[in-house]
Each structure stands twice: as structure tokens, then as C-alpha cells.
């Protein structure tokens, strides 16, 4: 499987995005995430972590698997935008989870582009 410059980017951002949520349960303070959503999170991100691995030895299915428990993830962060009583930074920051998350899958679902010269 040919894979674009922008497409390892994705990988590698959906990598980051998965190990910090393996990590939440453990600097969240139970409240803002709740530690049932973190400990969600951190499950989710362990499986993106392995789906991860296949989808970079080329598996189509480990990619898709990752997209899909990513974009979970992502909606894990929902509520935060329409609970009062989370604290604004926490709202931003989840605002830019959530857009670095879109981001990531356009850019490892983008087909590669391959350039043909004519001789």
C-alpha cells in the first residue's frame, strides 16, 4: 500500500491522539473527564494503539478500525460543549481534539496521489 507524506502525518497524529488517551485516566481529576469517560478513552486508545500498528504494515482494515475508534473517541468529548459546569479550557481544548482528530482521517483516508511521468 503506497502511503502519501500527508497520510503518515494522519497516522502519526491518530498515534498521539491514541496514547494520550491511554493516559487520561491518570491526569484527569475524576470530575472533567468523568473517570468512566477517561477509562472509555484509554480502552479505546490501547485498541487504536494495535489497529494503528496493522494499519502501518499496510492493513486496510486495522486503518479503517483506527479511523473508527478515533472519531469514537472524538465523540467521547461531546458533552463537554453543552455542560455548564465544565471549565472553559477544557472546552477549547477538547474543541481542538476534536478538529486535530477530523483532520488526521481526511488526511490518512486522502487517496494517495502518484505521479506518472511520460517518457
Same mark, same amino acid.
Given at each position: ?40 478513552? #484509554? &480502552?479505546?486508545? +490501547?485498541?487504536?494503539? !494495535? %489497529?494503528? *500498528?496493522? /494499519? $502501518? ?36 481544548? #477538547? &474543541?481542538?481534539? +476534536?478538529?486535530?482528530? !477530523? %483532520?488526521? *482521517?481526511? /488526511? $490518512? ?11
Amino acid at each position: 500500500m503506497y502511503t502519501s507524506i500527508t497520510q503518515r502525518v494522519g497516522l502519526a497524529v491518530l498515534g498521539l491522539l491514541s496514547l494520550a488517551d491511554v493516559v487520561e485516566p491518570l491526569v484527569t481529576d475524576g470530575k472533567t473527564p468523568p473517570m468512566g469517560i477517561a477509562l472509555v478513552d #484509554s &480502552a479505546l486508545g +490501547v485498541v487504536s494503539l !494495535i %489497529a494503528l *500498528v496493522l /494499519a $502501518v504494515r499496510g492493513s486496510r482494515r486495522g486503518l479503517l478500525t483506527v479511523v473508527g475508534l478515533r472519531l469514537l473517541s472524538a465523540l467521547t468529548t461531546v458533552p463537554a460543549f453543552f455542560v455548564s459546569a465544565v471549565p472553559t479550557p477544557v472546552v477549547a481544548i #477538547s &474543541a481542538a481534539l +476534536v478538529a486535530l482528530t !477530523i %483532520a488526521a *482521517v481526511v /488526511a $490518512v483516508l486522502r487517496p494517495a496521489h502518484t505521479v506518472v511521468v511520460a517518457s
